[in-house]
């Protein structure tokens, strides 16, 4: 089917392990977005896309990595999770970057980190 | 730097009330975009609406309608005659264009029960 998928949809693991969230887009478009969604903060951009391989920091990047060799693909890597980093994980895609365009989000990832 | 303001946790009310959730935002640009977006129980964000800082006519979608007001920063949603399908998370967001790509900054978000 076409649109905006995301694996794992739930993920335990434990601090200090690296963790790789994953992301496709079927539409491709140009720009992809990480948000994590924590009570009290909504959602808060992590990191974004504009296109393979030009990616950029967002509200909140520390302890995560990202990469985008191919359009349709946008993963998210916890290179050492820290329990501060339950949460949330929505990943999100927009045809053009300019702000009048929704962005269209995935189903979500359920992180847990013990 | 921008900001959005949902200054309503929760709300309840009983099916077919009317009820209104309040966003309140902050931006020194002037050409910006306000959206709503649902998030039901199931954890998906639906995208509502689109409204551009140039437009300030009201719009209404069914039992939807939602209310800009540039003047005081506002853009309110109200659902009317609320059903139990409404119960949700709603949140405002306010989209600006950086330069490199447009951020959207969300809200906290308001919490709609609706009972029967």
């Known amino acids: 089917d076409a649109g905006i998928t995301q694996s794992p949809r739930y993920k335990i693991t434990e601090t200090g392990r690296q963790v790789t969230l994953m992301c496709h887009q079927t539409w491709s478009h140009s720009y992809m977005f990480w948000y994590r969604q924590d009570l009290g903060h909504g959602l808060r951009l992590i990191y974004y896309?504009?296109?393979?391989?030009?990616?950029d920091k967002g509200e909140v990047p520390d302890g995560y990595v990202v990469s985008r060799s191919k359009t349709e693909n946008f993963p998210l890597t916890l290179e050492s999770a820290t329990r501060s980093q339950t949460s949330v994980y929505f990943c999100?895609?927009?045809?053009?970057?300019?702000?009048?365009?929704?962005?269209?989000f995935g189903p979500g990832t359920r992180l847990t980190v013990t | 730097a921008q900001k959005v303001t949902q200054a309503q946790t929760e709300i309840s009310v009983v099916e077919k009330e009317d009820v209104t959730l309040d966003c309140v935002y902050e931006t020194r640009d002037t050409t910006y975009y306000l959206f709503w977006y649902k998030q039901p129980p199931s954890g998906e964000l639906v995208f509502l609406i689109r409204?551009?800082?140039?437009?300030?006519q009201n719009e209404i979608s069914g039992r939807y309608s939602w209310n800009f007001q540039k003047s005081t920063s506002s853009f309110n949603f109200t659902i009317t005659a609320s059903q139990v399908v409404d119960s949700a998370v709603y949140f405002c967001?306010?989209?600006?264009?950086?330069?490199?790509?447009?951020?959207?900054?969300f809200g906290t978000g308001t919490r709609l029960q609706v009972t029967l």
């Open positions: 967001a306010l989209s600006v264009w950086t330069g490199t790509a447009s951020k959207l900054t």
């Open positions: 999100a895609s927009s045809e053009y970057g300019t702000s009048q365009y929704e962005q269209y």
């Open positions: 896309s504009a296109a393979a391989d030009i990616t």
């Open positions: 409204r551009n800082s140039f437009d300030e």
